[in-house]
């Protein structure tokens, strides 16, 4: 099942504060779980975090719609 991807403003505010390597690792493991359902994923309820690297990227899932939303994308230590 294929997902359209959508960025709520403080993910997509972080998302293009990082390095473009760093986006480019986050951007792939979104587009990847997206298209693929690929990749290392978390249920935090109610929404899920996926890795990429040094980032987490928080998301909400709507089936109906066929959408994920990225909520936030944050560095860990």
């Known amino acids: 099942m294929k997902l359209a991807i959508a960025w709520d403003y403080p993910a997509l505010t972080a998302f293009y504060a990082l390095h473009p390597y760093e986006a480019m690792v986050v951007d792939r493991a979104v587009i990847r779980f997206a298209?693929?359902?690929e990749?290392?994923?978390e249920r935090v309820?109610?929404?899920f975090r996926l890795h990429a690297g040094r980032y987490r990227i928080r998301f909400a899932v709507?089936?109906?719609a066929g959408r994920m939303t990225v909520l936030y994308v944050y560095r860990v230590a």
Do not use: A, I, Q, R
Request: zero cysteines; glycine letters at 16%; aromatic letters at 8%.
């Open 45 to 47: 309820p109610p929404y």
């Open 62 to 64: 709507d089936v109906e």
């Open 35 to 37: 298209e693929h359902g």
């Open 39 to 41: 990749g290392h994923v």
